[in-house]
């Protein structure tokens, strides 16, 4: 089945500064790879997704990058706001499946 | 606001009771899922329903037991849980295909004495 391996596990930064998070999937089939963003106790929110047929998608501070070839997604925030401090997950679906398979999380502090 | 709307949003059980858990969603979306997340850890997939019907079953156990009544509802049934399934349960909904986004409840959070 897929895997997904995401680092760093814990990133500081300070406001202002770029946050980049990377993740790995191992099924070549993965063709679709949504971001969520979880605040302490809430749900997980969609902020970004990108399918296989294109390398980069920006959403004004937000951006997500993929590489196919190498099997790798990164997340990328820019300017970065005390408010983006929370807990970000990568995902990648399988190929025949409605199922997507969740990386371990990164916590993202901004400091001020 | 939040368009996936789970009930109720905190539940303590017992290991003998009997308890449902309902999502509704009214984007007419007709594939939902539930989720199990623990602390600190990601989401993790339990169960698929495409068309109201139950497509993928991630081998849960059958103290729960997922009910899809119509397009716009999910329950899913608790029976004899162990305190090991006390977490956080997710319930999701997209359009059915493999890429599509999928949109979370706020979820209810599950303790089992």
């Known amino acids: 089945g897929e895997n997904v391996e995401q680092h760093p596990s814990t990133l500081s930064v300070q406001e202002g500064d770029s946050a980049v998070i990377k993740c790995t999937y191992s099924?070549?089939?993965?063709?679709?790879f949504p971001w969520y963003k979880q605040e302490l106790g809430k749900r997980p929110q969609l902020i970004i997704d990108?399918?296989?047929?294109?390398g980069e998608k920006k959403d004004q501070r937000i951006a997500v990058t993929l590489n196919k070839t190498a099997k790798h997604f990164s997340l990328h925030i820019t300017e970065t706001q005390p408010e983006d401090s929370a807990v970000y997950f990568c995902?990648?679906?399988?190929?025949?499946?409605?199922?997507?398979?969740f990386g371990t999380g990164t916590r993202l502090q901004v400091t001020l | 606001d939040t368009e996936v709307t789970q009930t109720p949003k905190h539940l303590v059980m017992g290991m003998t009771n009997k308890k449902s858990l309902k999502c509704e969603q009214h984007?007419?979306?007709?594939?939902m899922y539930w989720y199990k997340q623990k602390a600190k850890k990601p989401p993790e997939l339990m169960f698929v329903?495409?068309?109201?019907?139950?497509?993928i079953n991630e081998s849960v156990p059958s103290r729960f037991s997922p009910e899809c009544p119509n397009s716009s509802l999910l329950n899913l049934h608790l029976h004899a849980l162990q305190p090991e399934d006390s977490a956080l349960y997710l319930c999701?909904?997209?359009?059915?295909?493999?890429?599509?986004?999928?949109?979370f409840g706020d979820g209810t959070r599950l303790s089992i004495l």
């Open positions: 329903y495409s068309y109201e019907k139950l497509s």
């Open positions: 999701a909904s997209s359009q059915v295909g493999i890429d599509q986004p999928q949109h």
């Open positions: 995902a990648a679906n399988t190929g025949t499946a409605s199922k997507l398979t």
């Open positions: 990108i399918r296989s047929n294109v």
């Open positions: 099924d070549s089939a993965s063709n679709y």
């Open positions: 984007m007419g979306h007709r594939a």
